[in-house]
Nanobody
Framework: QVQVVESGGGLVQAGGSLRLSCAAS????????MGWFRQAPGKDREFVAS????????????VYADSVKGRFTISRDNAKNTVYLQMNSLTPEDTAVYYC??????????????????WGQGTQVTVSS
């Protein structure tokens, strides 16, 4: 069982930045697929970004939703079992509960909720205009 805990949400003005953190348990974190999703009020959960271990090419791949490309950056610190989501140039449309997800299986471009077995409780991000 992998435990996933997010932190770093809060209230920020439009144009501002926030960094979300996600700590995951487990001895093989370095090969976990890790993703961020968000759910705004009245909307379905949507993919934001993911980072995964590309076994064949021995590097970490990343993929982003079009809506955040160029503004958000996902990264990881395997020594700390932590993945980050740096969010810049925030807009009110980014307001949502942000969820971190993890999966022990090696994936390629995991950008669906079905790609992840473990989820955090979520952290609220509110962007004021």
């Amino acid at each position: 069982q992998v435990q996933v805990v997010e932190s770093g949400g809060g209230l920020v003005q439009a144009g501002g930045s926030l960094r979300l953190s996600c700590a995951a348990s487990g001895r093989t974190f370095s090969t976990y697929s890790m993703g961020w999703f968000r759910q705004a009020p009245g909307k379905d959960r949507e993919f934001v970004a993911s980072i995964w271990w590309n076994v064949l090419r021995t590097y970490f791949g990343t993929v982003y939703a079009d809506s955040v490309k160029g503004r958000f950056t996902i990264s990881r610190d395997n020594a700390k079992n932590t993945v980050y989501l740096q969010m810049n140039s925030l807009t009110p449309e980014d307001t949502a509960v942000y969820y971190c997800a993890a999966d022990e299986r090696v994936r390629t471009m995991p950008n669906s909720g079905q790609d992840y077995a473990y989820w955090g409780q979520g952290t609220q991000v509110t962007v004021s205009s």
